[in-house]
């Protein structure tokens, strides 16, 4: 019975530990997430400050080609 009780207090701190380590991952996953969001929203309003004379298309003059 005892040795039962320790495989299972085993597993659980290594279940403890693993949990830990999938934390940490997610807390700096959240972050890297946030932080492309932002990259995001900077590169959108570069985009829509594109002045015409910069060879790049707005979204309305950007058409697809014929064959679509």
């Known amino acids: ?8 207090e085993e597993k659980m701190a290594i279940m403890q530990h ?10 700096a996953q959240q972050k ?4 492309l969001m932002l990259e995001i929203e900077k ?8 002045q015409p004379d910069s060879g790049i298309l707005s979204l ?3 058409v697809p080609p014929p064959h679509y």
């Open 1 to 8: 019975m005892e040795q039962k009780i320790n495989y299972l």
């Open 18 to 27: 693993e949990l830990a380590q999938m934390s940490h991952e997610v807390y």
């Open 32 to 35: 890297e997430v946030a932080q």
């Open 43 to 50: 590169l959108k309003s570069r985009l829509e400050n594109v």
């Open 60 to 62: 309305n003059d950007d």
